[in-house]
């Protein structure tokens, strides 16, 4: 027996509404629990990397609620700096209602690129931010008239607020944490309802919620009450060769802005030379030092952080995730094989894992 798994999917179909639409409907008929869209601004000038233009991810996740019924949904990841916390609630609140209950959060510290273009956000705290946050929106979601919220914190403030257009699920939807350093660890361990790293490798992951679990008994909690989940790219094929030959060069380019998980996985070269994710811009200086640094990423480094291959290798590598603590896996198939994909996780691999729970 094997711990219940539940199974996402990130939809990256950017620029395309319908085909986003499309898939959330394909990805639910599929058996998946939940749907997440990336919640970006500005995508960088390039033809090789985040070229397509993003959509507003709160605007058409209201769509995907209204073309599904059963599937839950989110941002992975959303942040409060382009948004206020209050506004945030509000958005999640109306989606919940939309949807009888279907609505979920994700959370990050934010991310340069999109945030460069408008030099007037403050972003010298984010992870302050990120933390007064997540307790300003769990306040608004618990107030009342007669026990409006207040809050003093350095960069939020509520005043007797109390919004009162409330959420289906009480007190209001899980707030996942996205994020990887030490004092995004503690966060999670004491306030958060889940947390939601960006690629990932088992024996990393691992590490990590232990972590995550020594601050949460510090706070007095346990880890029943906090979800682990984590998103990863995948790509599924009865040719498993092909599998890891799609998802091998946009992994690599991503690997290089993941400078402390290569730090950790041992490869203290290659981290020297890459970015941490929420400090990169992509100027055209960035861009052309991630494709330099992509070409030196050995295979071997995708394979520990993808599940790709066939429907047996696929199911190997959960299982994986699955004993390093992983209570959620969120999976990022490629549009040049999405179908594909799903196919194998609706015939396949979410029965297995169903079967045996």
């Known amino acids: 027996m094997v711990p219940p798994i539940k199974f996402g999917c990130q939809i990256i179909t950017y620029g395309d509404i319908n085909k986003t639409i499309q898939y959330a409907i394909l990805v639910e008929k599929a058996g998946f629990d939940a749907v997440s869209l990336p919640d970006h601004l500005f995508h960088p000038l390039d033809e090789r990397f985040l070229k397509d233009p993003p959509w507003d991810a709160f605007t058409l996740l209201t769509a995907v609620g209204l073309n599904t019924k059963r599937v839950k949904m989110m941002p992975g990841v959303a942040d409060v700096l382009r948004r206020h916390p209050a506004t945030v609630a509000h958005i999640i609140s109306t989606l919940d209602q939309l949807t009888g209950g279907r609505a979920m959060l994700a959370l990050g510290a934010g991310e340069a690129f999109n945030l460069s273009s408008t030099p007037d956000i403050k972003w010298d705290k984010p992870v302050s931010i990120l933390e007064e946050a997540v307790k300003v929106m769990k306040l608004l979601w618990k107030s009342t008239r007669d026990g409006p919220a207040s809050f003093n914190g350095k960069h939020f403030q509520l005043k007797d607020a109390f919004l009162s257009f409330k959420p289906v699920q009480p007190p209001g939807p899980p707030i996942y944490v996205g994020g990887y350093g030490p004092r995004i660890r503690r966060l999670v361990g004491e306030i958060g309802d889940g947390w939601i790293p960006w690629i990932d490798a088992p024996e990393t992951y691992k590490k990590t919620v232990n972590d995550i679990e020594n601050h949460a008994k510090k706070a007095g909690r346990t880890m029943n009450e906090i979800d682990t989940a984590v998103m990863v790219f995948t790509s599924v094929s009865i040719d498993g060769d092909r599998a890891k030959q799609i998802i091998t060069p946009r992994t690599k380019v991503s690997l290089t802005t993941r400078a402390r998980l290569l730090r950790e996985l ?92």
Do not use: H
Not at 271 to 299: C, G, H
Not at 341 to 351: D, L, Q, V
């Open 266 to 357: 041992g490869y203290d070269e290659l981290a020297r030379e890459a970015m941490d994710m929420w400090k990169v811009a992509f100027t055209k200086e960035q861009l052309n030092r991630i494709y330099s640094l992509a070409d030196k990423i050995p295979s071997e480094v995708v394979e520990k952080v993808t599940v790709a291959g066939t429907p047996d290798e696929a199911i190997n590598k959960i299982e994986e995730y699955v004993k390093a603590g992983v209570k959620f896996l969120v999976t990022i198939p490629f549009p040049i094989n999405f179908e594909e994909t799903i196919n194998f996780y609706e015939k396949t691999i979410i029965p297995y894992f169903r079967e045996k729970c």
